[in-house]
């Protein structure tokens, strides 16, 4: 089976000569759940805007289900829902008003069933008739969600879903998208959430400086993410770390005063006893220990290297 979404060697270059795409190539399967993840301005937003038809590509193509996004908009963009990063809503409208609009606006045929069970699936329902202004912005996030699933689009894209949301409703969320993928919607999410990426995705891609960086299954890529640091303060500091420690991933740091001992937090053993162990051995003593997780941005530029390599 073909994959519904074809992105081809897509770019975008602005007046100025700003390119915030560089050639992306990618293919989506249908009923996949993709998350890109990537810091601010790296081309997460353009990428998405650029298949929905709000930016205009400066070259490469992007085919939804057969239908090129530029050449056969009209179709294309049928098949495509939208839930921006930006919450955008009349805000003295009603739910219902609202999601009924945009399904009009799409040319489908009035189905107030479908509409209600969208809400319901939402926990919008019991809200249908409160004005937008009366919600709060997790259920404004929600309303944003139905009115893109109002006309029944085959590929969903979620910028930024749950930027902004308390922890409860973002767990939500995650079922709500799986929910669609059970309903065989294809969805595509930028997220700045490692969290949100290991819960829900399919697979991972990595996007920065308008490169796709990496595209990988999601185990493959969480089992490289899981990785945490043992930060060892020594009392005096090493010229260099002995031999009697060399079977122990470890890196002299702060002009020998801190060993950091790197080890994997999904295995059984992390192995610090053992380490803690071989130093007292060797005669080194300690005056603090900390651990500490990568920070996206570490990973990033872990990433970057390796894709590089």
């Not at 910028?159 to 595509?188: F, H, N, Y």
């Not at 570490?298 to 990433?303: C, Y």
Request: proline share 3%; net charge negative; aromatic share 4%.
């Amino acid at each position: 089976m073909a994959p519904i979404l074809r992105i081809n060697d897509l770019r975008k270059t602005y007046k100025g000569g700003f390119e915030a795409l560089k050639g992306v190539t990618l293919d989506i399967e249908e009923g996949e759940i993709l998350a890109l993840l990537g810091p601010n301005g790296a081309g997460k937003t353009t990428l998405i805007s650029t298949i929905c038809g709000i930016t205009v590509p400066t070259s490469g193509t992007a085919v939804v289900a057969g239908h090129d996004t530029v050449i056969d908009y009209r179709k294309a963009r049928d098949l495509i829902g939208l839930v921006p990063q930006e919450i955008n809503l009349e805000p003295f409208e009603t739910v219902w008003n609202t999601v009924r609009l945009t399904r009009g606006l799409f040319g489908k045929r009035r189905d107030d069933a479908l509409l209600e069970k969208i809400l319901r699936r939402l926990s919008l329902w019991d809200k249908k008739s409160s004005r937008i202004k009366e919600l709060s912005g997790g259920m404004k996030r929600r309303v944003l969600i139905a009115k893109a699933l109002s006309h029944e689009p085959r590929v969903l894209f979620l910028d930024e879903p749950t930027a902004g949301v308390d922890v409860e409703l973002r767990k939500d969320m995650w079922e709500i998208v799986a929910d669609l993928k059970a309903d065989g919607v294809t969805i595509i999410l930028t997220t700045h959430y490692i969290e949100e990426a290991e819960a829900i995705s399919d697979r991972v891609g990595v996007i920065d400086d308008g490169q796709l960086l990496l595209l990988e299954e999601k185990e493959h890529l969480m089992a490289r993410m899981g990785k945490k640091h043992l930060h060892i303060d020594l009392r005096e500091p090493l010229s260099a770390i002995p031999p009697g420690l060399s079977d122990h991933d470890l890196r002299l740091e702060d002009d020998g005063c801190t060993l950091i001992y790197t080890y994997d937090t999904k295995k059984d053993r992390t192995g610090i006893t053992t380490l803690l162990s071989a130093l007292a051995a060797e005669g080194i003593i300690l005056r603090d220990l900390s651990t500490r997780q990568s920070s996206l941005e570490e990973i990033f530029v872990g990433l970057v290297k390796e894709g590089a390599a």
